[in-house]
């Protein structure tokens, strides 16, 4: 297994921001760097423990889907390389394969969560109102069943430790306003269903999603962030679906599932995590990856 890398240490560049997985670094007024570490976190907890090769995993996926994706909107990749901002080679080299230099953007308030199957804050949202973020939905459903068409159901973007608020179209369109909210709306349902597309052809189910976007300086819309990893969706073997049961999954509900075991309170800080759970969190990944890229 490849060496983790649990919290960068760069003191060439001064740190904005260190969230549950991403450590991001100041460049200038134009760019800046995101490290994504091994961390995972669960119940909006970092755990202590981290999963080898886990960063280098994400950033490679969400390079493969901006790349693929670009023909629908515009990305915050950008073309300097790691030497163009790191002098030093010691610094360079410990965050190498897991660092992305990126356009700095204006971030907007919203995760743009869209759903093609019903699991989740969704399912139990379906169980008490019929709908999912005030979208009406047939009767009759099961858990994991393939949605009618494809629903964007939006969220708050909630601080580090805190939970994301879902809210409906109607908050969207106050937060963002009509034009923004639906141009959203729009680009993150065709980006799930040509990804989920891709996806299934390769073995693999995206029951939901969440992407993020920004503005840049001329107030073009811009995918940013992680884009369709484990870590921001939902992926199923789709060997191995089967509606009416929550289906394997290659994200980190292994860990969840391991924690719930556990007599711990969800609060921070959080367990260590076993070799046996990590070995085998980290080959999930892994196996996302290959199954997408391979």
Known sequence: MPATLHTSQLKSLPLLHSGKVRDIYDINEYYMLIVTTDRISAFDVIMPTAIPGKGIILNQITQFWMNKLSHIIPNQLCDLSLED?????????????????????????VEAIVRGYIIGSGWKDYQAT??????????????????????FTPST?????????????????????????QQIRD???????EAADYARQRGIIIADTKFEF???????????????????SRFWPESEYQPGSSPVSFDKQFVRDYLETLDWNKTAPGPELPDSIVTKTAEKYEYAKKLLME
Do not use: F, W
């Open 157 to 181: 973007k909630a601080a580090v430790g805190a939970h994301d608020e879902n809210i409906d179209y109607t908050q969207t369109k106050k937060l963002l306003g009509d034009e923004l909210a």
């Open 187 to 193: 680009v993150s349902i065709q980006l799930y269903s």
């Open 130 to 151: 019929g709908a999912i973020c005030g979208i009406e939905l047939p009767a009759g459903l099961q858990i994991a069943d393939k949605l009618p068409e494809v629903i």
């Open 85 to 109: 901002v790191i002098s030093d080679a010691s610094e360079r080299a410990a965050i190498a394969s897991h660092a992305m230099i990126v356009k700095k953007l204006k971030a907007l308030p």
């Open 214 to 232: 920004g503005l840049d300086k001329d107030g073009q819309l811009t995918l940013i962030d992680e884009v369709l990893t484990p870590d921001s």
